[in-house]
């Protein structure tokens, strides 16, 4: 039997390598495992594949807009690891964390040979409507696809946690592209609409208050992109001072019933931990690992005064997951240092997302709105399924509209 050439070996673990990215999307619905095996062995793929074809193309990644900043902030990750020590957590916990680099680089570079884009725009629709089915027989036959109960799609854990999470993304997204782009043919974007109010369903029948909170932050910001492209600039500023002034007139005047903010209250007393967290840890925070240690040594230490709730109950928080917050998670985690060299990462996104802004990659224009509207008060970038979603979107960023331009983004 003939052996197949490296070459031919290193095309077909590409290839893999990009079927995996694909299915990260459908790996979040399905659960942890899905999408850290669908993470983990896009970068693995990819890695043999260099061994194999003995290239080494990191002297041209490492100068990639993103890729830099990103390695930047992963070596300030290792840098607080190593000054505090592990946690309850481990020292893996944070090492591995390269795993969502790795990702990110493989398929930056297999862009550069091969089509990347389409396939996970596909495996992006496929993880919607995937999750919009399972969220439809789990709650009329009792159990999903793969023999689920409904009661994992009835709370703020499990399938009810992660679908939200992506599907914030996704519904701004796929009705960005659909309105903005105006090359699509018709059947071609009543299907990318359908996807973006499958994905706007799930957001609001899971009721998840931050993704829905940013899903529609996305929304306006394509509805002003759009309207600032079809009306003349002047007119739109003045119609959304108005939109801004009606609004602010409404929450004085029109009487809203009242809301529990129970949670938020919770909220701002992790908030003041984490701060003390930061200033008794300024450059490099507590680390990762071990965040969740400190701050319970912290909280119940009485260096942090408690938060008072406006009807004067005592709001005391001995434990928590995470921070709520990307400011303070990024901020205590890491300290000034990866503070800094996160925003540094953040405005290479802004800065890069206009390049070739045409067919699908309007729909980009939403997410770092997202990203930055949920991590005000929501999930922690550090945990679960948000890095390979931040991941995710940053592959998508760096990559062209078409395959003439694959090496201009």
Known sequence: MTVPPPKLWSERLDQAAVISGALVPLGIALGNAGF???????????????????????????????????????????????????????????????????????????????????????????????AGLNTLLAHTMGHDLIGRSAARYANKLKEAERIPSFAAYAAPFFLAWAALDKTLASSKRLLIVSIGLSALVLLLFFRIRTAILGAGIGLLLTCAWLTVRIIPRKIALALFLLLGLAGGLSVRFIPYPDINLDSMYDRINIWKVAWVMWQEHPLVGVSVSKWQNVYADVAVSGRVTPFVAPDGRIVISPDAMHCHSLFFQVLSSTGLLGSLVFIWLFI??????????????????????????????????????????????????????????????
């Open 36 to 130: 850290e095996s669908a993470i983990i062995m896009t970068g693995l793929c990819w890695i043999i594949g260099l061994l194999i074809s003995k290239r080494n193309p990191l002297a041209n990644l490492i100068r990639h807009p993103l890729l830099l900043p990103w390695s930047a902030w992963y070596g300030c990750i290792l840098i607080s690891l190593v000054w505090n020590g592990p946690g309850t957590k481990g020292w893996a916990h944070d090492v591995v964390l390269i795993r969502h680099l790795l990702f990110f680089a493989a398929l930056l570079d297999i862009s550069r040979r091969r089509e990347v884009a389409r396939p996970l725009l596909i495996g992006l629709g496929i993880g919607i409507l995937w």
């Open 348 to 409: 290479s996104i802004v800065w890069m997302l206009p390049k070739q802004l045409s067919g699908w990659r309007y729909g980009l224009i939403p997410w770092p709105a997202v990203f930055l509207v949920i991590g005000l008060t929501g999930w922690n970038i550090f945990g679960a399924q948000y890095l390979p979603i931040f991941a995710f979107w940053m592959v998508l960023t760096c990559l062209p509209a078409d395959r003439e331009n694959r090496r201009q983004v």
